[in-house]
């Protein structure tokens, strides 16, 4: 019987990801790369715009800065480079290492960050 009751049940709630890295849209402009969407990055992975635009500009060496809602970053990229770096930031810095659900916030103690996750309560140091 539980096998036809999962069957009967549709795709998408047998899926246990809820997460999906954000698509970064970006286009050149001269020497500079925008990063158009930005904000709603952001706002997905749920972290302050200056921690994600220092990342940037130290994985890539090159200055990074935020103009209002589009990050600039001086030099030509490319959007799955920059895909690579900002899936590689999301498993540093938001998705929880226990439970692998992005529901955290980053804390600061003694010049220390730890990565505590909402959903399960594990901590871990951050590198960022």
């Known amino acids: 019987m539980l096998d036809r009751a999962r069957a009967a049940l549709p795709e998408k709630t047998l899926t246990f990801e809820?997460?999906?890295?954000?698509a970064i849209e970006s286009f050149l402009q001269g020497n500079k790369t925008i990063v158009r969407n930005f904000d709603v990055i952001l706002q997905k992975i749920r972290r302050p715009p200056e921690m994600l635009a220092r990342y940037f500009s130290k994985e890539l060496a090159i200055p990074a800065s935020v103009e209002g809602s589009k990050l600039v970053l001086n030099g030509k990229f490319y959007?799955?480079?920059?895909?690579?770096?900002?899936?590689?930031?999301v498993d540093a810095a938001v998705v929880?290492?226990?439970c692998k659900r992005p529901d955290t916030k980053i804390t600061e103690r003694e010049g220390i960050k730890t990565l505590v996750c909402e959903a399960c309560g594990a901590r871990a140091p951050v590198k960022i």
């Open 18 to 22: 809820r997460f999906e890295t954000p």
């Open 79 to 89: 959007d799955r480079n920059l895909k690579e770096k900002l899936q590689a930031f």
């Open 96 to 98: 929880c290492k226990e």
